[in-house]
């Protein structure tokens, strides 16, 4: 799946401001991109979704979404840890390195959809963040 840009000035992640895990683990991911190195869009914005006229809105809505520079598109666990690549710093480096052993990548596959199913009443017993309760 491609993005209707041919090449993208920086990566893009499409998150879900409607779901509060969604919205919480981004904040906490933004705040990792030290170096602004990807977009962060809300694919409910309409311009957002003329830009991506591809995407499949409703599996969006279901998981991460990482357009490349390329236009190329990953999803779910895969684009967690591409997003983790290009943060970079300790973190993001051992998390891409993890991802790289054998079994990490299935098993963190079987994690996100078992995340990805329940985020609404995961989002419910999350505590407030300030991003969460500003007005």
């Known amino acids: 799946m491609t993005s209707s ?12 401001s409607a779901c509060k895990l969604c919205t919480t683990t981004t904040s906490q ?7 602004g190195a990807i977009d962060w869009l809300d694919l409910h914005d ?12 409703k599996r969006a809505e279901e998981e991460m979404h990482l357009v ?3 236009g190329r598109v990953v999803t779910g666990a895969r684009a967690v840890a ?9 973190v993001g480096r051992a998390a891409a390195a993890a991802m790289k052993l054998p079994g990490v990548r299935d098993a963190a596959d079987i994690v996100y959809h078992i995340v990805s199913e ?8 999350m505590p407030e963040t300030p991003e969460a309760a500003a007005p």
């Open 5 to 16: 840009a041919a090449v993208l000035e920086r990566p893009v992640v499409l998150f879900d």
């Open 29 to 35: 991911l933004r705040d990792l991109d030290k170096s």
């Open 46 to 57: 309409p311009a957002v979704r003329r830009r991506f006229p591809r995407i499949d809105w």
């Open 68 to 70: 490349h520079r390329s």
């Open 82 to 90: 591409d997003v983790a690549e290009l943060i970079g710093g300790e």
């Open 118 to 125: 329940n985020r609404h009443r995961l989002g419910k017993v």
